[in-house]
């Protein structure tokens, strides 16, 4: 089977970095990724993680280390608008499916 | 234009009853899901069609039936509803195999 494990919450000031650390067990790797997903909202994509390295796109960074099974969702210069919670996801072993963690909840303070 | 679109938005019923979640995706993508996310924010996946055609079924009671009548929709129809059944049901579709998920808005279902 597959498992992932993610903070269940994270606090970080308003202009701050934030790090969210996911570490995960799983039988075939084929890439982490993370989703957003604010209240009320729908979870939508923010990045994909193949091989190892840090993939950046904008204020989002992504890292992967496939040797520790570990990868981490980087923000950098916190608004109060990425108070959400962040999903890492692995591939399911059909491929035909995303299998979530339990979601780290966000919290930005002024 | 919403690229994947499901109705209802919320859906308030009695134990017992039968209802249906629609889902439709204009982004031309041959995979559907269906997922379930409970009170605590556990997104799971229940069903996963590619070309109208069964992929995974994880372990849901068989009260929940899923029907893909082309590519664009991916149906939710489920018996005799039952209190934990309650949580929210979001619809997504994709590419074969890709990882970048796109999202319906989520459908509330509350079962009293």
């Excluded at chain 2, 409970?38 to 899923?66: A, C, G, H, Q």
């Amino acid at each position: 089977g597959q498992s992932l494990e993610q903070p269940s919450e994270v606090t970080a000031v308003e202009g701050a970095i934030v790090q969210i650390n996911c570490t995960y067990q799983t039988s075939g790797f084929y890439g982490l990724s993370w989703y957003q997903q604010h209240d009320g909202g729908a979870p939508t994509f923010l990045s994909y993680n193949a091989l190892d390295g840090l993939e950046e796109t904008g204020r989002f960074s992504s890292f992967l280390s496939r040797s520790d099974s570990y990868g981490y969702l980087l923000l950098q210069e916190l608004q109060m608008k990425d108070s959400a919670s962040y999903f890492c996801a692995l591939p399911s072993n059909s491929g035909y499916a995303l299998n979530f963690g339990k979601g780290t909840s966000l919290l930005v303070t002024p | 234009d919403t690229a994947v679109s499901q109705t209802p938005k919320y859906l308030v019923t009695q134990m017992g009853n039968d209802k249906s979640i629609k889902c439709e995706q204009n982004l031309g993508h041959d995979t559907m899901y269906w997922y379930k996310q409970d009170s605590k924010k556990f997104l799971k996946i229940m069903f996963s069609y590619n070309n109208k055609e069964l992929i995974i079924n994880e372990t849901v009671p068989n009260r929940f039936s899923p029907k893909s009548p082309d590519k664009a929709h991916l149906n939710l129809h489920i018996n005799s509803l039952e209190l934990g059944d309650s949580a929210v049901y979001f619809c997504a579709s994709s590419h074969p195999g890709n990882e970048k998920l796109f999202f319906g808005s989520g459908t509330q279902l509350s079962v009293l």
